[in-house]
Nanobody, 120 residues
Framework: QVQLVESGGGLVQPGGSLRLSCAAS????????MGWYRQAPGKQREFVAAITSGGSTNYADSVKGRFTISRDNAKNTMYLQMSSLKPEDTAVYYC??????????????WGQGTQVTVSS
């Protein structure tokens, strides 16, 4: 059994910052690419950022220069540092990870989501 648990969401004013965390636990042999996605009310889930096990990163154009993704492989944890937040960043943020378990089964996992609200 593998679990992804996000934390760090909340209410922040425009221009503010937040740091999200995603901790993976359970029967984990190896974690490949990890990523963040978000879903605003009435919209489809969209890609935000991703990071490979080697540290290569990729960002959506809408967050480039404002968000920074990172990971600590020793802790099986991924982070998203969000700065210069805008009201349009308001969404539920989901953690995603491509994980190989000890039974050598590779699957895609999702966290339960954490709410980020940017409002004055």
């Amino acid at each position: 059994q593998v679990q992804l648990v996000e934390s760090g969401g909340g209410l922040v004013q425009p221009g503010g910052s937040l740091r999200l965390s995603c901790a993976a636990s359970g029967s984990i042999f190896s974690i490949y690419t990890m990523g963040w996605y978000r879903q605003a009310p009435g919209k489809q889930r969209e890609f935000v950022a991703a990071i490979t096990s080697g540290g290569s990163t990729n960002y959506a154009d809408s967050v480039k220069g404002r968000f920074t993704i990172s990971r600590d492989n020793a802790k099986n944890t991924m982070y998203l540092q969000m700065s210069s937040l805008k009201p349009e960043d308001t969404a539920v943020y989901y953690c995603n990870a491509d994980i190989l378990n000890f039974k050598k089964r590779r699957s895609d996992y999702w966290g339960q989501g954490t709410q980020v609200t940017v409002s004055s």
